[in-house]
């Protein structure tokens, strides 16, 4: 199983990312796929959340109208698009594969928001 995080990078407030993680191992239409942040000195926080089949979707109050999470079960690949960011988006951007029984994670891409 693996879940490879690609995308983040150094930009300026205002700027946008495009998060890609693509998985293997598994089958991935059939999870709930999720993207987390951490900051430093602060706990994983959720940050989207989507459905198996991308008909439904979660976001935290603090990316709401900013970030869209997306995914290409064909490609085996899950997105989440960042837009207006701010320095407070900060943070290591992990993904998530999520079923009953299993709970995979990738090894995390950095982001950072800075002038």
């Known amino acids: 199983v693996q879940l490879v995080e690609s995308g983040g990078g150094l930009v300026q407030p205002g700027a946008s990312l495009r998060l890609s993680c693509a998985a293997s191992g598994f089958t991935f239409s059939v999870y709930v796929m999720s993207w987390y942040r951490q900051a430093p000195g602060k706990e994983r926080e959720l940050v989207a959340r989507?459905?198996?089949?991308?008909?439904?979707?979660y976001y935290a109050d603090s990316v709401k109208g900013r970030f869209t999470i997306s995914r290409d079960n064909a490609k085996n690949t899950v997105y989440l698009q960042m837009n207006t960011l701010k320095p407070e988006d900060t943070a290591v951007y992990y993904c998530?594969?999520?079923?009953?029984?299993?709970?995979?994670w990738g090894q995390g891409t950095q982001v950072t928001v800075s002038s």
């Open positions: 989507i459905s198996s089949g991308g008909g439904s979707t």
């Open positions: 998530n594969a999520r079923n009953r029984l299993n709970d995979y």
